[in-house]
């Protein structure tokens, strides 16, 4: 029995990498002639309008330095953010609005810490965003006109906002966790901590002293090169560094996250970035409708890695698989392999293994 189970699941591990392969082929010769067509058709789509998450009130006013976020739109690579002084006469119009005072096209994530200390007088204004796509042309429509209050009289604290929710859907348990946030103004760094309880200094700018690691990270995330497991939960936050590496205000909230290996998930996935997640250029595994673990109507342990190759997954099968005792494990390797030039028999063999 335990035989036809190895050589069942070497079948559907080699009929998936040939399966992504052929995928991969069609793929490839179809994309140039349809891709034209889709854009278009979703840029002129009303569902491709971010929603503002966020209000700022007269009676609830922001800083000088808010943070803007909106709901994300599927497909975008990046965003492009107006800060106006008057809501716009045509919303519609896909052009800049000539009462823009401010804006960028270069921002990977569903939030902007705006900076409004050094250019901007007034007590109000208005932000509106849309979605790019990888050539920078927009994604539908911008999202209507948001009024902001500002009280320059606020406390400006300043701190990264974290994005990764772990273990609350479908696939969003990650044994390599990728920590993602919103940046702050005034960055060039991150540091990221990592905590074996909750820090006893929230919102602070000294490190924790339960912190088991930290990580120098640029941008807005960071992919944890450690196997994150243990019966107790993790925590963790980021806070900004400047270029000579001082902090930028405080750290985040510190966010929680669990991989115990006595959750007796009868499924795990195993594999390099196709099996850790993510997606659209700029979408880490922490954004999880871009996982296809997502998608499952059953519970799953994601044991992928990015980057992986068919040999380094055999390296590490024992230390991150066998702790889990998965009932059921989907594996899909060799893609980073082959890339590399590696043969498709030493591929097999690895499977095999």
Known sequence: MRRKLYRNTFLISFLLSLATLLWAGCFISETIEVVSAWAECRTNSRENKPVPTVHFSHQKPASIKPVLTWTKIEGAVAYEIELLTKPPENPDKPVSYPNCFFSTNKIYVNGFNADLSKYYKSESFYWRVRGL????????????????????????????????????????????????????????????????????????????????????????????????????????????????????????????????????????????????????????????????????????????????????MVERFEQDVLPFHPQYLIILAGTNSLRGGVTAENVIADLKS
Do not use: C
């Open 133 to 312: 796509d990888i050539d920078g042309n927009p994604i539908g429509f911008f999202s209507d006109a948001e009024k902001v209050y500002i009280d320059r009289q606020q406390d400006v604290i300043q701190k990264p906002v974290p994005t990764s929710i772990f273990n609350q859907s479908a696939g969003a348990t990650l044994l390599y966790p990728v920590y993602a946030w919103i940046p702050i103004t005034g960055t060039e760094k991150y540091e990221v901590e990592i905590l074996d309880d909750l820090p006893e200094n929230p919102n602070g700018v000294a490190p924790s002293i339960h912190r088991i690691e930290s990580a120098i990270a640029i941008g807005f995330d960071y992919y944890d090169e450690e196997p994150r497991i243990a019966e107790k939960p993790f925590y963790w936050r980021v806070r900004g560094l400047d270029q000579n590496e001082n902090p930028v205000k405080v750290y985040s909230d510190a966010g929680q996250f669990s991989v115990n290996p006595n959750m007796h998930v009868a499924v795990a996935t195993f594999g390099d970035s196709i099996t850790h997640g993510g997606g659209s250029v700029s979408y880490s595994p922490a954004d999880w409708e871009y996982s296809y673990q997502y998608y499952l109507d059953f519970p799953s342990v994601n044991l992928g890695k990015s980057g992986d190759t068919s040999q380094t």
